[in-house]
Every structure is written in C-alpha cells, then in structure tokens.
C-alpha cells in the first residue's frame, strides 16, 4: 500500500462513491422500467427493497451521494483555485465532517424504521 | 544502531517474481538510506541492483519507494525513516515502469513522456541582438517548475500513472509548466495543445501523491492545477 497523504484518499472515496452511485441510478432506472410489463411486475421487483438490506444499504448511498457532492466541492475550488490547492487537506477534513454527521442522521431515521419493520 | 533492510528483489535470470530479502546492517541514525544500500552491495551481497550518481540530491537517479513513499535515497536520513533500534526499512522499486533488476526499472516511458513535451526553447521569430530579457517577476512564474531533476519520484507515485501508463504524468506536466510560464518562449499554444490532449493534463485527477513525494519540494499538483487553468481559459 503506497503511503499517501489525505489526497490520495479523497481520490480513493471520490472513485468508490462514484461507482457506487452509478450502481444505484442503474439499478433505480432498471427498477423504475419494470413498469413496461405492468404493475405487478414492477411491484414484485419494488417489494424486494424492503429488505433490510436495501434499506440499509439506502444509508450507504446517502453516505456516497453526499462525500461526492461535497469533495466535488472541494475538487472545484482547487481546480480554479491557487487558494483551493492550499487548503485541500482542510477542506477534506470539512468534507468527511459533513458526510459523517449527514450520515448519522440518515442512519437515526432509518434504522428505527428498519427496527420497527415499516 | 543495527536495523533490518527488507529489499523487494528481483534478478531477472532467476526469478519469476519478485520476493523479499532481509538484511541486518549496523548504521548510524544520520546515515542516510543510500549508505545503507551501498553498505548491503559493497560487503553483503554485491548482486544488489540500484541507481546512484551524484549520491546529493541532484541527478535524480536514486528515487525507491522506502517505507511505502517515494523518495531519494540519497535525501532520507535513516533517522527519519526507522524509529529505535532493531527497526526495518522496506525498499521497494518506484511503480509503473517495468522492473529490469532489483531497484532498477525501465526509465524510457518516463523520458518519452518527457520528450513528447518539447523540452526546450522554442524561439519567436528572430532572435533579439543581445540576450532574452525576462524581468524577475516573470521568472518568479517558472521558479519552482525549473527546480524539476527528473527523477521520476512523482510520476511513479501517481495511482493515474499506475493504472494508465499513456498519462505523460505529473514531471513531464511540470516540465512542460516550466516553458508554458516562461515569458520568452514562443511556443506556448502549442505546448497547451499538448497539454489538452487526452494523456496530458486532464488525466490528473489531484491525488496530491507528487506533491507529497517531490524531493524537491516543487508544489507539483498546485502546478498542475495552474496548467489546467490556462489550457482551459485559452479556448475561452
């Protein structure tokens, strides 16, 4: 494992948040498709992301969507910032900030809803 | 103090792959890893492949990956990279070029991404009588890129380079930096040409890994950055 600082991390999650999203728009669109062979169909296949799992995994993909959103962020202010390159660590730090306290509250709201089975 | 040199070798007559040697060497924490390296080669073992010229920093010969960063040998005090006694370094070829022997990789990729840049001074009409002037401001622009010593230390260090070795990578971006900002040469559309290509400058997704690495201390992504920049406002 090469020893990198915060950058290469940030470039790791960034590429892994990335394709997990693109997982999710795929198999969302794959889903919402499934109405071309009707409503039962696409309520068989909908049924399926009521397990815990789906759910779960639902916290996972807020987690994604927000670290890459925000790192996004941060790859623009330094992409057409000197400033920006200057406090790239920092701002990785705000960025994991924001992520782990938006996912703490996504997690608080649904995994009482996974527990109470609704 | 004695520690343990944990050396990635590869002799291409006999092995397949890659394996580890260990080797106990007495030193002093203000030697640095070169001495140690010369220490295993000259009265251990004298099959040990490396680089090495001007053992001070200059001639970029001797960039490894030590203790999981890319670094000169010849600039890393033992001191810095093993703490106590009885501790182990690793040494471990820089990645991305083909590993000929031991430390010794296939520098060619490098230098054909360095020459594919124009590495030099590209003049604009006639020459001027007496010298090109270039007042100390604008010789500011380019003073961190002409620190550049090619040794590769960033360029291996790169997980875009690792993965796509058609990414002319972060020295030759400098290098080409340091004639972009260089306010007497006359080439500079085509060399931004160069760099809008799809191995230049866009590959660069700021990993900051040559950053970290440059033993120069040149702020290698913020130059980068600083190219990207003029590339895309000269289409604007």
Redesign the interface.
Known sequence: ????????W???L?RLSGLAILLYLLLHVISISMYMFGEATYMRVHHVYDLSVFRFGLILIAAGVMYHAMNGLR?IL???T?FG??I?RQAWYVVLLITVVWTLYVASMVIPRIMAGV | MQINVKILRFDPDKDKKQHWETYAVECQPSDRVLDVLNHIKWYIDPTLGFRRSCAHGICGSDAMLINGRNRLACKTLIRNVVTGNAGTITVEPIRGLKVEKDMVVDMEPFFDAYRSIMPYFIADGAPPAAEYLQSEHDAERMAHSSNCILCACCTTSCPIFWVNGSYIGPAAIVQAHRFIFDTRDGATQQRLNLMNQNTGVWRCRTAYNCTEACPRDIPITELIEEVKRAVMYQQA
């Open positions: 494992m090469y020893k990198g600082r915060e950058g290469q940030a470039f790791l960034h790859i330094m992409d057409f000197g390159v200057g790239q």
